[in-house]
């Protein structure tokens, strides 16, 4: 094929522009200060866009805020820590291809996680061919575990676990108050699938009657006849098995346009996303809007609060509107930190060997020790709800016994009263 | 099955269609004219989508109200890409490249919007993007019907630009035979340019209507595209009438399938009805049989 001189300025011209535009936008952040010794480089592969851009870019904000923490503490071992994080475009392939150029081109001494569990799989595969330890902190679903990778560690909840407290509170609801009927949908993700089966057994336990139950596909654009298929069955509960602020958003929109409002709406992602969310939904519609998770910006845990402050000190907003992603992105810092710390070196073997040892690390989470698959079984999971419509809140409402858990509204108001 | 929610379905099919075929009409328009295959419309919709969201945030211009001025400006924006990159390719290769230098385009956009908005999603806001109104037991949100009804306004203009004035011969010429069109003094150039503008501007009504359904960042347009390409190549490249039904009968099988089997089969059946249609007609439903000269 020919191509004349001009034609490749302008490819090249465009691509370059549009490859420095992206750059730009995605500041991989390379994190540094003069110190003394050689700087320690640590891959991480990111989705700054795609699917999972929003969560990546939280995930890119924790990790940023521990590299800023611990060099301001005087860096790993005295190491000054260097991000080193390229953008997968939230593809699983793009993750496999990342990791090995991070390994074996850029020679990073350690591997940070990247998000989802659908995007971790790829990635510990592909550390743990290369002996690294991958400490992650979003790829908590079973699929990731199943793989029995000596590798892995996720600091956040196991997932499967994650709808409990909620289900174990609809069905210790006194009879004349407990919903009738319940609707699970929800997409074909290893994040969100693993956790209808586990909320179903202790709802149908209940004698709670499934009226929809189905599986939607990760690419639809389209949620309005799911939804409305959803609002049609007219359950008094739905259990949405999402994975970002779209989609429940688009639930939420095609409810409200259907004139139907289930009295308790659970979320297993979106929710979370903190002002972003509520930028996506409105605050009158996010009153009573439910979503399982392991931490919240107003955890009560004092490694937590500092990290809530700086984070808003940097980057603004408000406690409640701290993405939980931050969180498990720090804490992942955090479990390096000490596993480095520890060994008294950068060896992944001797990382590896020490974090499935049963120590307990103390991170912005809570406590995290693993399991022989990697797992952090100690971490508990709650319920968090949106309350109010003016002074909006986001608030821990389960397990109920929990002195930090408040009241729960139910039923859910109205979409926007 | 729910009757009631058979008809919403039908209801959603044909309301939510109409949208995507209007995006999908002018990515078709553009092949069909120019023999550029056009990937960077998923995020020209998205640029749309965020114009209309600066209008409102900025200015607090309503959402149709603003469609008066990001009309002409994304029409702007299709002039200003066609003449830039666009314009330049030339010979038997020139549709392959038009991929690469789209794509190129369309990174240069996604970068930038994630610059100016951030990844964090937003959804476009109105009163009436959240109420409907119902007909017997079925719902219709206002915003989906007044999408339907903006995307057949937008397309019976179309067709009328194309079949009732002087510029539409020269667009239909264009289609059928550029190198006839030429020669009977047809400006080919100037024809290509002002329909990939149109082509373009049309993404402002649909990003508009897409962005009031959906809560979007730049990275939504990945899922737009496979889409709207899917569409067209059911409908039959350069076909704008074939553009439409695929776009309509797309959703509609989708969304129907959706709730009498599972909508894990929404999206398998449309590519399922692609590929005996493929197996049958290869160039799509109302395509042509034979490759055009270019």
Same mark, same amino acid.
């Given at each position: 094929?020919?191509?004349?001189?001009?034609?490749?300025?302008?490819?090249?011209a465009?691509?370059?522009?549009?490859?420095?535009?992206?750059?730009?936008?995605?500041?991989?952040g390379a994190?540094?200060?003069s110190?003394?010794? =050689?700087?320690?480089?640590?891959?991480?592969? $990111?989705?700054?866009?795609?699917?999972?851009?929003?969560?990546?870019?939280?995930?890119?904000q924790?990790?940023?805020l521990?590299? =800023?923490?611990?060099n301001?503490?005087?860096?790993?071992?005295?190491?000054? %820590?260097? $991000?080193?994080?390229?953008s997968?475009?939230?593809?699983?392939?793009?993750?496999?291809?990342?990791?090995?150029?991070?390994?074996?081109?850029?020679?990073?001494?350690?591997?940070f996680?990247?998000? =989802?569990?659908? $995007?971790?799989?790829?990635?510990?595969?592909?550390?743990?061919?290369? !002996?690294?330890?991958?400490?992650?902190?979003?790829?908590?679903?079973?699929s990731?575990?199943?793989?029995?990778?000596?590798?892995?560690?996720?600091?956040a909840?196991?997932?499967?676990?994650?709808?409990?407290?909620?289900?174990?509170w609809?069905?210790?609801?006194?009879?004349?108050?407990?919903?009738?009927?319940?609707?699970?949908?929800t997409?074909?993700?290893?994040?969100?699938?693993?956790?209808?089966p586990?909320?179903?057994?202790?709802? =149908?336990?209940a004698?709670?009657?499934?009226?929809?139950n189905? +599986?939607?596909?990760?690419?639809?654009?389209?949620?309005?006849?799911?939804?409305?298929?959803?609002?049609?069955?007219?359950?008094?509960?739905?259990?949405?098995?999402?994975?970002?602020?779209p989609?429940?958003?688009?639930?939420?929109?095609?409810?409200?346009?259907?004139?139907?409002?289930?009295?308790?709406?659970?979320?297993?992602?979106?929710p979370d996303?903190?002002a972003?969310?509520?930028?996506?939904? !409105?605050?009158?519609?996010a009153?009573?809007?439910? +979503?399982?998770?392991s931490?919240?910006?107003?955890?009560?845990n004092k490694?937590s609060?500092?990290?809530v402050?700086?984070?808003?000190?940097?980057?603004?907003?408000?406690?409640?509107?701290?993405?939980?992603?931050?969180?498990? /992105?720090?804490?992942?810092?955090?479990?390096?930190?000490a596993?480095?710390?520890?060994?008294?070196?950068?060896?992944n073997s001797?990382i590896?060997?020490?974090?499935?040892?049963? %120590?307990k690390?103390?991170t912005?989470?809570?406590?995290?020790?693993?399991?022989?698959? !990697?797992?952090?079984?100690?971490?508990t999971?709650?319920?968090?709800?949106?309350?109010?419509?003016?002074?909006?809140?986001?608030?821990q409402?389960?397990?109920?016994?929990?002195?930090?858990?408040?009241?729960?509204?139910?039923?859910?108001? /109205?979409?926007?009263k | 099955?729910?009757?009631?929610?058979?008809?919403?379905?039908?209801?959603?099919?044909?309301?939510?269609?109409? #949208?995507?075929?209007?995006m @999908?009409?002018?990515?078709?328009?553009?092949?069909?004219?120019?023999?550029?295959?056009?990937v960077?419309q998923?995020?020209?919709?998205?640029?749309?989508?965020y114009?209309s969201? @600066?209008?409102?945030?900025?200015?607090?211009?309503?959402?149709?109200?603003?469609?008066?001025?990001?009309?002409?400006?994304?029409?702007v #924006?299709?002039?200003?890409?066609?003449?830039?990159?666009?314009?330049?390719?030339?010979?038997?290769?020139?549709?392959?490249?038009?991929?690469?230098?789209?794509?190129?385009?369309?990174?240069?956009?996604?970068g930038?919007?994630?610059?100016?908005?951030?990844v964090?999603?937003?959804?476009?806001?109105g009163?009436?993007?959240?109420?409907?109104f119902?007909?017997?037991?079925?719902?219709?949100?206002?915003?989906?019907?007044?999408?339907?009804?903006?995307?057949?306004?937008?397309?019976?203009?179309?067709?009328?630009m194309?079949y009732?004035?002087?510029?539409?011969v020269?667009?239909?010429?264009?289609?059928?035979d550029?190198?006839?069109?030429?020669?009977?003094?047809?400006?080919?150039?100037?024809?290509?340019?002002?329909?990939?503008?149109?082509?373009?501007?049309?993404?402002a009504?649909?990003?508009?209507?897409?962005?009031?359904?959906?809560?979007?960042?730049?990275?939504?347009?990945?899922?737009?595209?496979?889409?709207?390409?899917?569409?067209?190549v059911?409908?039959?490249m350069?076909?704008?009438?074939?553009?439409m #039904?695929?776009?309509?009968?797309?959703?509609? #099988?989708?969304?129907m399938?959706?709730?009498?089997w599972?909508?894990?089969?929404?999206?398998?059946?449309?590519?399922?009805?692609? @590929?005996?249609?493929?197996?049958?007609?290869?160039?799509?439903?109302?395509?042509k049989?034979?490759?055009?000269?270019?």
């Amino acid at each position: 094929m020919k191509l004349n001189g001009k034609f490749l300025r302008v490819l090249g011209a465009t691509t370059v522009a549009g490859s420095m535009a992206l750059a730009l936008a995605t500041d991989s952040g390379a994190v540094s200060k003069s110190h003394a010794m =050689s700087p320690i480089k640590i891959g991480i592969s $990111l989705s700054l866009s795609g699917d999972f851009s929003a969560d990546g870019q939280a995930f890119q904000q924790g990790y940023k805020l521990w590299a =800023s923490d611990i060099n301001k503490a005087g860096g790993l071992l005295g190491h000054p %820590v260097t $991000l080193d994080i390229k953008s997968d475009a939230s593809l699983p392939a793009q993750v496999q291809t990342n990791y090995q150029a991070l390994i074996s081109n850029d020679h990073v001494a350690l591997t940070f996680g990247p998000f =989802s569990s659908l $995007l971790t799989i790829p990635a510990a595969k592909t550390t743990a061919r290369y !002996g690294y330890a991958m400490v992650e902190g979003a790829g908590g679903a079973p699929s990731v575990f199943s793989l029995k990778l000596h590798n892995v560690f996720d600091v956040a909840l196991p997932v499967a676990n994650s709808l409990v407290p909620f289900a174990n509170w609809i069905s210790t609801l006194p009879a004349s108050k407990r919903p009738k009927t319940v609707a699970y949908v929800t997409s074909n993700d290893p994040f969100t699938e693993p956790q209808i089966p586990v909320a179903q057994a202790i709802l =149908s336990k209940a004698g709670i009657k499934s009226v929809y139950n189905h +599986v939607f596909p990760a690419e639809v654009t389209d949620f309005t006849p799911i939804a409305d298929a959803v609002a049609a069955a007219k359950p008094d509960v739905v259990i949405l098995g999402a994975t970002d602020v779209p989609t429940v958003s688009a639930f939420m929109q095609a409810f409200e346009q259907s004139g139907f409002s289930p009295k308790a709406f659970i979320a297993t992602a979106g929710p979370d996303q903190g002002a972003a969310f509520i930028k996506a939904v !409105g605050k009158a519609n996010a009153d009573g809007v439910m +979503v399982p998770n392991s931490w919240y910006g107003l955890a009560a845990n004092k490694q937590s609060k500092k990290m809530v402050a700086e984070y808003i000190k940097t980057y603004g907003g408000t406690p409640a509107g701290v993405n939980g992603d931050v969180a498990e /992105a720090y804490a992942v810092g955090q479990v390096m930190a000490a596993a480095v710390k520890a060994t008294g070196g950068f060896s992944n073997s001797k990382i590896i060997t020490y974090l499935h040892s049963g %120590v307990k690390i103390a991170t912005v989470l809570g406590g995290a020790q693993f399991n022989a698959l !990697g797992e952090n079984p100690s971490m508990t999971a709650y319920t968090f709800q949106w309350q109010g419509t003016t002074g909006t809140k986001f608030v821990q409402v389960n397990p109920a016994n929990d002195p930090n858990s408040v009241k729960i509204v139910y039923p859910k108001p /109205a979409w926007g009263k | 099955m729910n009757s009631i929610a058979l008809l919403s379905a039908a209801k959603d099919g044909i309301l939510t269609g109409s #949208v995507y075929a209007l995006m @999908a009409t002018g990515l078709t328009l553009i092949f069909g004219v120019m023999d550029i295959i056009n990937v960077a419309q998923g995020i020209l919709v998205i640029l749309g989508a965020y114009l209309s969201y @600066a209008l409102q945030i900025h200015w607090h211009i309503d959402l149709f109200i603003g469609l008066l001025i990001t009309i002409p400006a994304m029409f702007v #924006v299709g002039i200003v890409i066609e003449r830039l990159f666009l314009g330049r390719l030339k010979g038997p290769e020139k549709t392959a490249m038009s991929i690469l230098v789209t794509y190129a385009v369309s990174l240069l956009i996604e970068g930038s919007l994630n610059m100016i908005f951030s990844v964090n999603d937003v959804q476009l806001q109105g009163w009436y993007v959240q109420k409907a109104f119902a007909i017997g037991s079925v719902h219709f949100g206002y915003i989906y019907v007044a999408g339907f009804v903006l995307a057949v306004a937008l397309l019976s203009a179309l067709y009328f630009m194309l079949y009732r004035t002087r510029f539409g011969v020269s667009v239909r010429a264009s289609l059928a035979d550029q190198t006839s069109a030429a020669l009977v003094g047809i400006d080919v150039r100037r024809v290509s340019t002002i329909c990939f503008g149109i082509g373009v501007a049309v993404t402002a009504a649909g990003g508009m209507i897409y962005g009031s359904t959906n809560a979007f960042n730049a990275s939504s347009s990945y899922d737009l595209i496979s889409r709207l390409l899917t569409i067209i190549v059911l409908g039959g490249m350069g076909s704008l009438g074939g553009a439409m #039904v695929a776009g309509v009968g797309m959703v509609f #099988v989708g969304d129907m399938v959706g709730v009498v089997w599972s909508p894990i089969w929404s999206s398998m059946s449309y590519f399922i009805i692609l @590929a005996i249609v493929l197996l049958f007609r290869p160039q799509g439903l109302f395509g042509k049989q034979m490759a055009r000269v270019a």
